[in-house]
């Protein structure tokens, strides 16, 4: 009778000792290992490999829920999304275009790019001078360049408690953070009077502007396909000029705002940038 027992009890410290965590992924697949924390973005478990264990980190985006030896549960409700949702979630491109640039004589187009679930390529590309700022004045020109910005969206996590809805699930739609580089450049043909010729002269001013900036900003989604977003940011930049005549003395006339970023005084670097954007997935 005692060797029975024994056994029994033999038997039963084997089964807690093999008891594991079940890990629960969206995709259908289970895994299994020891649960050490689960966090607010992520779940860290060990996974037996041979006779060492590895540590795995799974984002919580990724999973249903996780069911601990011990029979306790943790489920986060997902949106279930229909065959053309699924297809809207999975679009990794965005484009935009800037919706105030043409108030201020340029267009902006905008290109995103997923890498991964926290991060996405974003370029800007832009044409300076669309029309005339004076057209009452013969002797100012219109302005004529381009622009581009180039810079990394980091997606700030979502809370977890209000994942409900399908732009919060798409890893473009979030609030984020992004450092850019910014180069803007065109040309000003213009005039200046000789007092003592009595007569104007023309003149082609080349302006050459580049900035470091961080911005913050966020992007939703109006509807299935169509979104909306907003940034600003403030960071470092310079001005190059050339092509002033002599008599203006330096010829250094720094224009305050550069079309993709304002400078915020005659004689300091910072900058400040910021725009609205509307755009669509695909």
């Known amino acids: 009778m005692m060797h029975r027992y024994v056994l029994a009890l033999a038997s039963l410290s084997s089964l807690c000792a093999t008891a594991q965590d079940s890990l629960f992924h969206i995709n259908g697949t289970v895994m299994v290992g020891t649960v050490e924390e689960i966090g607010v973005s992520n779940v860290r478990y060990r996974a037996q490999s041979g006779d060492h264990a ?12 996780v069911k601990l030896a011990s029979g306790q549960n943790f489920e986060w409700v ?16 965005h484009i935009a275009i800037d919706v105030l640039a043409p108030a201020l004589n340029h267009t902006t187009f905008g290109y995103q790019r997923v890498i991964d679930q926290y991060v996405s390529l974003s370029v ?9 700022r004076d057209r009452h004045n013969s002797a100012y020109k219109a302005k004529r360049g381009g622009l581009i910005k180039i810079g990394l969206n980091l997606r700030l996590p979502n809370s977890f408690k209000r994942m409900t809805t399908l732009q919060q699930l798409h890893p473009l739609m979030s609030w984020y953070v992004r450092p850019e580089i910014v180069v803007s450049a065109w040309q000003q043909e213009s005039y200046y009077y000789n007092p ?12 050459l502007s580049g900035a470091f900036l961080f911005n913050v900003g966020g992007q939703w989604l109006l509807s299935n396909r169509l979104s909306f977003g907003i ?7 310079f001005q190059l000029f050339d092509g002033a005549p002599a008599e203006q003395g330096s010829g250094f006339v720094r224009e305050p705002y550069a079309y993709t970023h304002l400078h915020l005084g005659e004689y300091t670097p910072l900058v400040a940038s910021g725009g609205m954007m509307v755009g669509v997935l695909f």
Do not use: C, M, P
């Open 54 to 65: 590895v540590l795995v980190t799974v984002e919580r985006s990724e999973l249903a829920r």
């Open 78 to 93: 997902r949106l279930s999304l229909d065959a053309k949702g699924r297809a809207i979630a999975a679009t990794r491109n």
């Open 124 to 132: 800007k590309a832009g044409y300076i001078g669309l029309y005339e």
């Open 196 to 207: 003592f010729g009595y007569s104007y002269h023309a003149y082609t001013a080349n302006y």
């Open 231 to 237: 940034y600003g940011g403030a960071g470092y930049g």
